[in-house]
């Protein structure tokens, strides 16, 4: 069965570095998500992407937040330069096409900012 | 983003069936009722969604209330891996929605 994978699996990063967590959406698929969730907090959507583009954002992906997908097969979010409190689980999630509901989440990214 | 209620936890033992509620009362005429789960350590799956009619497939069955304002997860006989979170999220779709995760109902699962 096909899956959304995430690499790293775990990231640890000093304050102020940049970071990218890569993300490999199930192939063919149209729509790209990337989701955090603190440790104990539910989780949130940080961005949707479709047609090479961003469809929304939340409030917290501010400017220090870009996402891209470089050659049609990764999907990336970088921070530019983190702090402590972006330390969460980062989910990448994909779907299929427009008519489709189910959104296919990766197992996550834990990243640590110390 | 309409508005959901879903108790904190609930126990249920092995083999047994379960019955998760989730109130959405301020949901929209076009809103689809989705249900996720996340399993201990792992990212939201998806479980089934629904409009107006109750809905089957292989994991679990939807029950929504004719008013559209309550809906019913049900797990026809729960196993040690159905422990997990699980959360309903109504949501209208548009291609590129969303999805607004609450809290969840916390699914413990006694052997």
């Known amino acids: 069965e096909p899956e959304v994978t995430q690499t790293p699996s775990h990231q640890v990063t000093q304050m102020g570095q940049e970071v990218i967590l890569r993300c490999v959406p199930i192939?063919?698929?149209?729509?790209f998500y990337w989701y955090r969730q603190i440790l104990g907090q539910k989780v949130e959507f940080l961005v949707s992407f479709y047609n090479n583009e961003i469809s929304e954002k939340s409030e917290i992906f501010d400017d220090q937040f870009s996402v891209e997908r470089p050659d049609g097969s990764n999907f990336t979010l970088k921070i530019r330069s983190t702090k402590l409190e972006d330390s969460a689980m980062y989910f990448c999630?994909?779907?299929?096409?427009?008519?489709?509901?189910?959104?296919?989440f990766g197992p996550g990214t834990r990243l640590t900012v110390t | 983003d309409a508005k959901t209620t879903q108790p904190n936890s609930m126990e249920s033992n092995e083999e047994e069936p379960v019955h998760l509620p989730c109130n959405h009362s301020t949901i929209s005429g076009t809103d689809y009722i989705h249900w996720y789960r996340q399993l201990p350590s792992q990212g939201p799956e998806y479980v089934i969604h629904g409009l107006t009619s109750n809905v089957n497939n292989r994991m679990a069955s939807l029950a929504i209330a004719e008013d559209r304002k309550s809906s019913t997860l049900i797990l026809h006989r729960a196993t040690l891996r159905d422990a997990a979170v699980y959360y309903c999220i109504p949501e209208k779709p548009r291609g590129n929605e969303k999805l607004t995760f609450g809290t969840g109902t916390r699914l413990t699962i006694i052997p």
């Open positions: 192939s063919n698929h149209l729509y």
């Open positions: 999630a994909s779907k299929g096409h427009p008519n489709s509901i189910e959104q296919y």
